[in-house]
């Protein structure tokens, strides 16, 4: 089988185990699909640490009608890797450049293109496949010309509801190569070789080959016409297009895909800015999606064979259909680029298997460190997410959790202790007396240690470590959990005789510590399990005691608890500023995937609180943990949240809550209904599963509440099944909800009523004017993108 090395000055001596020999290796494996039939020759570059350290053709470039020898030089259809090296990189430079922003509609650049339903498709969704837009133009019809072709895209109708389903589809490349004309004034094949190809020296790069170039181009296959495509396009659409299209058309050599792959691991190198590439070849799909696509780019999908079986996710490539493709993984500074013409001569063969192993041969002789395999390994469990804001982990595992009352009793109290030795002091007769700590502690039925014993009885009962629990205080729903008024007043504990302050009523005033009663304490202790929701009152009752130490020159001391959703996600939008109340402390996200100890320790900073503030810390907790991987036992934090399933819908569904729609309050499952008596159960059932919704399924119900919105009235509605909780966007959810029913219900559905949960005007204006929920949601990508810059800070478990 006829080889052909690396041209240039002798390789020094190499010895049996060096990358380069090892290599070589690579060499049967292409001699072998060559032999099968399965291509006809190839070419290999593979970079590494900024050098090129493997280079060699294989085979033939053509069999039909001559035989010709594969070289080096040899010139290539590339394909779909038109896409990126073309077509994404030129979006990329006019984001850079302030003329087109990835969230905005593409109907802002291209207004034809919103018919039909199009109107909210972004830019964004054409570059990750989820425009929902079918795979290619119709072919079974007669038509010629770019112009045509931009026209029928402009007319397609969405096979799927954007945003919900990942379809690789080449009508979104050839919108995108029209939004580059239209936006750059300049046509796309000279945009890229002004722009991209000429400051690259990639001077075999290009649509539309001369004639000149044909001597060294590798055929494809017979067209419809038996004529042997060559220096032609093989893709059908690019060329009834006239050859120059944003999803195929351009042609290439190994060695010029070889620097520009190498440009994007030197950070773009004049062409992109290092953040460009960045944001370009990191994931950028919807949280809830199945695959992982940069901008352009795949990362992790059924397309990534060219991976291969040793480099794991967070590296980045393309495929094209005549049989070309390149993986980069920035992690070992690799590449590899593997060129043939699979198709050639009549589109039996496939270089799929082959991409497979030859990725994988080159990963096992690269002989990563340990260190750089755990770390790439560890990314490709966690199939971290810039789109989704914090890193997936783990569904499920069954671990041992101890709470912050548990690793307080563990350690003797002692942050509790008061600050005198062993508690003692002086009198002035000269005799030992023993100092204690008054203590005011803030918490429910949830407050209990890992025996079932309630933390208002563990800190009575500790008065031999210098302990005296002086006062109680209850938020919403009372220190028993039990009561759903805002007439909660003050009692007296049964069992300890310690008085208990309600924190909760009608009132602002009633909502914050009594001041005549924290003046006399010396310490405050919070211990309340959170349902890490920003509108859940037990935030902003943290808050407020916060103040309240600060003020009181006392230090607040927080036990810890896990955020029953986990830690790994961060979703919905913020709050506004200066729409701070009892369900908005601060303006985070609605889900912020945060514990009480971490919020209490960012509110402190960020909000200029500024208390002398402890948090005893939780053992054995991990941020991907929902609360059945934790081993505790649930307790209802409120009335109506009654299981881990209704913790998980609450961020969602809870938006809604304060509209005229009844969420099943004063039913079994709470959280888990939606309806009215004004509702149709099976219309608003097929209406939401049609959406697409990630990780939901909705079932046509009927129910009568026995509390709340609508008692003792039959209601209509959906039962929301959650299929899969950690795709799942539940405010997003709360979002398609309420454009629902304002689609299908405007005469009924009183939405304005939904704004003080939502606590965002931007939202609430896109929900009046009929956007997309989908759309919508991306907006607000940037704010949990900032938000959790600042959270970062304020996190205590991995």
Known sequence: MRAIASEGATPPALTKNSPAVRL???????????????????????????????????????LEPRREPMALDTIFDVASLTKVVATTTAVMQLMEQGRV???????????????????????????????GLEPDLDLKTQWEGKETAYNM??????????????????????????????????????????????????????????????????????????????????DPTARRMGGVAGHAGLFSTADDLAKFAQTLLDGGDGILSPVAVQKMTQPETPPSAPILRGFGWDIDSPYSSNRGDLFPVGGFGHTGFTGTSMWIDPITHTYIILMTNAVHPRGKGTAIALRTKVATEVAAALNLSASEKDALRWKSVTGYNEAQSAARRMSARNGTVDNGIDVLEEHGFDVLKPPQTAGETKSESGQSTVTKRRIGLVTNQTGLDSAGKRTIDVLHDAASAGISLEAIFSPEHGVTGTLDTTHVGNSVDAATGVP??????????????????????????FDIQDAGVRFYTYETTLGYFLEAAAKAGIEIIVLDRPDPITGSFVQGPGSDAGKESFTNYWTIPVRHGMTMGELAKMFNAERGINAKLTVVPMDGWERGDWFDSTGLAWVNPSPNLRSVIEAALYPGV??????????????????ELVGAPWVKSTELAAYLNARGIFGARFVPVSFTPTASVYSGQLCQGVNILLTDRNGFDAPELGIELASALQKLYPADFKIGRMQELLANQSVFDALMAGEDPRRIAQDWQEEIEKFEKIREKYLIYK
């Open 101 to 131: 922003r990835l969230n905005d509609a593409v109907a802002k650049y291209l207004p034809e293109f919103a018919q039909n339903g199009k109107e909210d498709i972004t830019i964004r969704q054409l570059l990750t496949h989820y425009s």
């Open 500 to 525: 208990v302050y309600s924190v909760y009523g009608g009132t602002d005033a009633a909502r914050h510590p009594p001041e005549d009663v924290i003046k006399n304490l010396d310490a405050i202790v």
């Open 654 to 671: 809870g938006l809604v809550e304060g509209t005229n729609i009844s969420v099943g309050r004063g039913t079994d499952t709470p959280f």
């Open 153 to 234: 895209a402009f007319a397609e109708t969405p096979a799927e509801p954007p945003g919900s389903h990942f379809t690789y589809s080449d009508i979104n490349f050839i919108v995108l190569g029209a939004l580059v004309e239209r936006v750059s004034g300049e046509s796309l094949n000279d945009y890229c070789e002004r722009h991209i190809f000429a400051p690259l020296k990639m001077t075999h790069t290009r649509y539309l080959p001369p004639a000149s170039w044909r001597s060294r181009i590798a055929p494809t296959q017979y067209d419809e016409n038996e004529h042997m495509l060559w220096g032609e396009v093989h």
């Open 24 to 62: 070589g290796e690579v060499d049967s494996i292409i001699e072998r699909a060559i032999a099968d039939g399965n291509i006809p020759g190839a070419v290999l570059v593979v970079g590494h640490d900024g050098t090129v350290i493997y280079r060699k053709a294989y085979g033939e470039r053509s």
